[in-house]
Each structure stands twice: as C-alpha cells, then as structure tokens.
C-alpha cells in the first residue's frame, strides 16, 4: 500500500498503490488521497496490562512502523476483534500489518 515507483504505468500523473486482491491477481491504484482512512478492524491482540479489552479506550497508536503516534479511540467487537479509530485520517493502513498503542 502507498507504493509509486516501480509500477511500470504511465497515467499523466502519480498513482500509487491502493489496493491488492491476491484471489483476482488485480493491483488497484488511484491517487493518494485514496490513501488516507481513520478506521481499521483489527485481530490477533496481546493486550498489556489486561487480558481483554471490554470497554472503549483512548489511546496513542501506529499502523506503520515509521509513523508517529497519534489519537485513536479502540473499540472491542466480537469474536475478540477491535476496531481502531483515528481521529485524523492516516497514510496507507495495511491489512496484514500490526497496530501498536
């Protein structure tokens, strides 16, 4: 997600990676704002300093490695998923990648 370079198209101004549909064997592209989203669905949680999260919490959190933390709401659902909101739109959330607060 959010790659440029290397695409191997020419379409009169950047594009950049979207999307990926393994199944399809399709690359989406489209502008970066096409980037930006404020909520991801999460799962696979180690939670510290409690076994569950039952209850909203507001927390400083990052979606990419070399991101800076920012304000995000985390909500549980069910079925021990999560859903993290943050308030400002992020650059290029990754499914497959980790989320840490």
Do not use: H
Request: proline residues 7%; neutral net charge; contains cysteine.
């Amino acid at each position: 997600m959010g790659q440029r370079k290397g695409l191997g198209i020419a379409l009169g101004a950047p594009v950049y990676v979207c999307g990926k549909d393994m199944q399809a064997n399709t690359v989406t592209v489209g502008p970066e704002s096409a980037l930006f989203a404020t909520t991801l669905i999460a799962d696979s949680w180690n939670w510290f300093p409690f076994d569950t999260l039952s209850e909203p919490l507001r927390v400083k959190a990052k979606a990419r490695s070399r991101m800076t933390e920012q304000p995000a709401w985390v909500y549980p659902m069910d079925n021990g998923l999560a859903r993290v909101e943050f308030d400002e739109p992020q650059r290029a959330i990754t499914k497959g990648q980790a989320v840490v607060f």
